[in-house]
């Protein structure tokens, strides 16, 4: 049953800075439709630091839970 974590774990720290990247790419190259570029790019750094902040949120969430359960 280790092994299934341990590759588990290896492929989360594998794939997380491709989806990261993957993810800040697409955020940051969107484009209005009215060629506004520093607002496109503005909402584009939005989202994607809001997706950040969320899944930093259900991670602090769950440690305190952790914490609170031991």
Not at 20 to 27: N, R, S
Not at 60 to 70: C, D, R, V, Y
């Amino acid at each position: 049953m280790n092994g299934f974590g341990g590759s588990g774990a290896g492929a989360a720290k594998a794939l997380g800075p491709i989806v990261a990247g993957y993810w800040m790419a697409i955020c940051l190259s969107w484009d209005d439709a009215n060629n506004e570029h520093d607002r496109s790019l503005l909402i584009g750094a939005a989202a994607a630091y809001s997706g950040i902040g969320s899944l930093a949120f259900v991670v602090a969430l769950n440690l305190q839970m952790l914490e609170h359960t031991s």
